[in-house]
């Protein structure tokens, strides 16, 4: 079970009030090299060289060079693989995890236990034939470079190839020093394969496989066939062409193949999608163990997500145009610095509306139903929908003019025509609505989304007003928070609630955007 | 200057006229930049091309003097009486633009750090822009063009602040 070098085998019991001082630095499962020869993980990087060098060199192109180049690739491949993880190791300390590594330049990284901020544990297809997990520790950027810029990719430890309960310690352990309960440590060096966390398991969410049939209609999945389509044509490009099947068939009507194609087109993409749909979210689960929600999900790589549920700030209930039709919805945490945001918020990757609501609802206070926004936004809404439009045909109303060439105005009319529905459509999803102790605010048509965030969350306010906005008499206010996307935005509100909103919906200092004439605080300069 | 109200309270405090000096100035620049590309096409691009080159021969050039009118002699005015600033007991709050204009307000408990820049231009006219930064990508406000003492103190004096009332809820 444990890998060589481990401190701790398992059923070692550890004297109680004695810690493992200092503790020893742990290695990963050798099976890692594997996985790693396999995939070419270490070797990818010797590409830029190899290539030029051969192309140097120059190769015959018989059959046995073929081969010795495959087994050269091997070795150098197992080589690298081997090496790199000779040299890899790391510590989970009782202040801070380290991360030892490099083949020739030693690189150290140490993240103190109090910024770790959730952690992932992943299985991608060999990982698990071979009984291991990736663990990704997220750890909050450092002090003033996390200043407005989010955390980063870089500011994450990578721990590859551990076996599935060494990770599951791991977790346990990390996380548990990090919320400062004292020395655990039975806990901590028990490399039992039993899951070591006590804590009951509440379910929130489980994935049903009928909500698989809702991927066509959303435009992420959507991506999923198209990409692999475009991949297949490069294929086919790159096959010579006298191992191409010949389709000349029987001549048929242009209209009738018109026709078949598109309906080919449509059951590929649909097909894609819910194949997307499926690899990615298999037997997705949420459930709530102590402080955090975990979510686990994935049919090739299953991937454990962990979120601390003191972090999150509020939901996001995403439900573009094709998901309304069918009452589909996604549901996405608004967590602090969460590296990735998009992909680990996921709380509910799809499903019906209602249970996204009720998981929202469960996460944070509904802050009641949405207030509308005024007509002259819907006219905003309606004027701007309609401007690209009314551009093209200004455009072809001059080619007609000047060429005789007709298509583009019927198209800028046309375009200009579907304006009004599009623009009413988008003024129908403005909102925006306060409670106790959150509020809400909805954008978008196309892809709708409606923020919910605790009122704790707003670190600061930006009211904008255009010249043409402040002509009709409204504003849009951003609400800065530091999750998610950084800014929600509650556009084209009547400017004279915006300062009553921001009061409503942040805490006491946002008084100091009342119109109310007041006498500056001269004395803290 | 419009005769709807805000939507929200004006900042106190404007900035030095130095400011407008440096406006006019930036302007100036891209006045010189826009003059360049401008004669260039007058110059290389020949007249009898055809299509609607004829009609951006002239165009082009009376649009160019226009925006110059405006960004040398009107934009530097308009933008100081809109561009204020006030730092308050619980937050900093900034109004910039000229014809959209955008309020921010930051409260100090929230405030991660804060930068002073000097930029070349802004160094020559001894003003300076203080950044503040909060853990939101969008919650940033910047106080352009203070007198670079000025800016110092309040950079100082903000920094100092959130330190002592930083809260964790971010």
């Not at chain 2, 909060?134 to 103190?153: P, Y």
Request: charged share 20%; proline share 7%.
């Amino acid at each position: 079970m444990s890998a060589p070098g481990e401190p701790t085998g398992p059923g070692e019991v550890p004297v109680p009030g004695q810690t493992f001082w200092p503790p020893q630095p742990r290695r990963t499962s050798p099976r890692i090299v594997l996985v790693d020869t396999a995939t070419f993980r270490q070797a990818r990087q010797l590409v830029p060289i190899a290539v030029p060098a051969l192309a140097g060199i120059g190769l015959g192109g018989g059959r046995w060079t073929v081969v010795a180049l495959v087994v050269a690739i091997t070795l150098v491949s197992l080589a690298t693989a081997a090496l790199a993880w000779w040299r890899f190791s790391y510590l989970d300390g009782p202040a801070a995890v380290v991360v030892t590594r490099g083949l020739v330049s030693r690189s150290t990284r140490t993240v103190p236990n109090d910024r770790i901020r959730g952690i992932e544990i992943e299985a991608p297809p060999m990982h698990r034939l071979l009984g291991l997990v990736r663990v990704r520790i997220d750890a909050a950027a450092g002090g003033s470079s996390s200043a407005g810029r989010g955390a980063g990719k870089d500011e994450e430890l990578l721990i590859d190839g551990v076996p599935r309960a060494e990770g599951e310690r791991l977790r346990t352990a990390v996380l548990t020093k990090r919320s400062r309960v004292p020395v655990p440590t039975a806990d901590d060096v028990d490399g039992a394969p039993a899951r070591p966390d006590p804590e009951p398991e509440e379910e929130f969410a489980r994935f049903d496989n009928r909500w698989l049939l809702y991927a066509p209609l959303v435009g992420g999945y959507l991506a999923v066939p198209v990409a692999a389509v475009g991949a297949l044509s490069r294929i086919v490009d790159e096959v010579p062409d006298r191992l191409l099947p010949d389709v000349d068939g029987p001549a048929l009507d242009p209209s009738v193949v018109a026709v078949l194609a598109v309906v080919v087109a449509l059951v590929v993409l649909a097909a894609g999608a819910v194949i997307g749909a499926a690899v990615v979210n298999w037997r997705f689960r949420l459930v709530r163990r102590g402080g955090s929600l975990i979510a686990v999900r994935g049919l090739l790589t299953r991937r454990h997500t962990e979120l601390e549920i003191d972090r999150i700030r509020g939901v996001a209930v995403a439900d573009g145009a094709g998901m309304r039709l069918v009452g589909a919805a996604r549901l996405n945490g608004l967590v602090t610095g969460l590296g990735d945001a998009q992909r680990r918020g996921q709380l509910l990757p799809l499903g019906p509306r209602a249970q996204a609501e009720a998981l929202s609802r469960r996460l944070v206070d509904d802050p009641g139903p949405l207030t509308p926004h005024p007509a002259s936004a819907r006219r905003r809404r309606i004027a701007r929908a309609m401007a690209a439009g009314l551009l093209v045909t200004v455009a072809g109303a001059v080619l007609t003019v000047t060429s005789g060439w007709w298509p583009l105005l019927v198209t800028g009319v046309v375009l200009t025509v579907l304006g009004v529905p599009l623009g009413l459509g988008r003024y129908a999803s403005l909102g925006h609505a306060t409670g106790r102790r959150s509020f809400a605010v909805r954008v978008g048509w196309l892809v709708r989304e409606r923020a919910v965030l605790e009122r704790r969350a707003v670190v600061g306010w930006e009211v904008k007003q255009s010249w043409a906005q402040r002509r009709a008499g409204l504003a849009s206010v951003v609400a800065c928070v530091g999750a998610g996307r950084g800014g929600y935005i509650a556009m084209d509100m009547a400017a004279d609630d915006v300062a009553a909103f921001a009061v409503a919906a942040s805490e006491p200092w946002a008084e100091q955007l009342l119109p109310v004439p007041r006498e500056p605080d001269r004395a803290m300069r | 200057m419009t005769v709807a109200p805000a939507p929200v309270r004006e900042p106190a405090w404007s900035l030095p006229r130095t400011a407008i000096g440096l406006w006019v100035t930036e302007s100036l620049i891209g006045v010189v930049i826009t003059a360049l590309v401008v004669g260039a096409l007058l110059i290389w691009v020949p007249a009898d091309l055809g299509g609607p080159v004829p009609f951006l021969r002239w165009a082009v050039p009376v649009v160019a003097v226009l925006d110059a009118l405006i960004a040398v002699f009107v934009r530097p005015w308009l933008k100081h009486r809109v561009y204020r600033w006030e730092v308050t007991q619980d937050a900093v709050y900034t109004r910039t633009g000229w014809l959209s204009q955008t309020w921010t307000l930051v409260p100090v408990s929230r405030i991660q750090t804060v930068d002073v820049t000097r930029g070349f231009l802004q160094q020559l006219f001894g003003l300076a822009t203080v950044a503040v930064f909060t853990a939101s990508s969008q919650g940033t406000v910047r106080i352009w063009h203070l007198e670079h003492g000025v800016a110092q103190r309040v950079a100082d004096d903000l920094a100092a602040r959130a330190e002592r009332t930083r809260d964790q809820a971010t």
